[in-house]
């Protein structure tokens, strides 16, 4: 079954305590992104890659960390969280330009 | 500063009424539309979409209606239903300087039919 999977599904932290959210997907898609989904706000893009070693901002990139070193994982690293990012944490796989986004099914993060 | 503009915040519908969610955008650059469908507990899933090369695209019970030279789309849901009850996006995309092809989200629309 094609899907994108995230670990864990609900984490509590305290702040300062770095913390690794995990994605992996089984598609061989090209691209993935971290989005967080805040009441109001709708979903906001945090980092996004292209492919492998390839990784970029999106619109809220602060206090966050990425990596692509597979094609298939995409960790979310917070290495000081702090109460600010709180929120509910979506990831997404896409397998080219022009192609639909599959997204997990989210992480719920409270920092304490 | 919020380029996809959406509204309303929340909605409530009778049994086979009609839905209807208008987002509004800046940004000439957004090529593609597509609207999101997010039930609790689980990732949005792409409904349907639209390319501005039409005014309209309809799929089922749900219709995109595009108004370029407004900039402005909208989401029709016919025959609403309470298996419909859901928080909605629209989304708007291009494609961004780095070659990348970027999304932007509504701040969504919680639908709730009433049976």
Not at chain 1, 67 to 96: D, H, V
Not at chain 2, 57 to 74: D, H, L, V, Y
Not at chain 2, 79 to 91: E, N, V
Request: hydrophobic residues 30%; aromatic residues 12%; charged residues 20%.
């Amino acid at each position: 079954e094609a899907q994108v999977t995230q670990n864990p599904r609900y984490l509590i932290t305290v702040t300062g305590k770095k913390l690794t959210v995990t994605c992996s997907q089984n598609m061989n898609h090209e691209y993935m992104s971290w989005y967080r989904q805040d009441p109001g706000l709708g979903l906001r893009q945090i980092y996004y890659s292209m492919n492998v070693e390839v990784t970029d901002k999106g619109d809220v990139p602060e206090g966050y960390k990425v990596s692509r070193k597979e094609k298939r994982n995409f960790p979310l690293i917070l290495e000081s969280p702090s109460p600010n990012q709180t929120s509910l944490y979506f990831c997404a796989s896409r397998g080219g330009m022009n192609t639909e986004a599959f997204f997990g099914q989210g992480t719920r993060l409270t920092v304490v | 500063q919020q380029q996809v503009k959406q509204s309303p915040q929340s909605l409530i519908v009778q049994k086979g009424g009609i839905s209807i969610i208008n987002c509004a955008y800046e940004n000439t650059a957004f090529d593609y539309f597509p609207w999101y469908q997010q039930f609790p507990g689980k990732g949005p899933a792409l409904l349907i979409a639209i390319r501005p090369d039409v005014s309209e695209k309809k799929e089922g019970r749900f219709t995109i209606s595009f108004n370029k030279s407004a900039k402005q789309f909208s989401l029709h849901i016919m025959d609403s239903q309470p298996g419909d009850s859901a928080t909605y996006f629209c989304a708007a995309s291009l494609i961004n300087s780095g070659s990348a092809r970027q999304l932007t989200f509504g701040s969504g629309t919680q639908l709730t039919v009433l049976p």
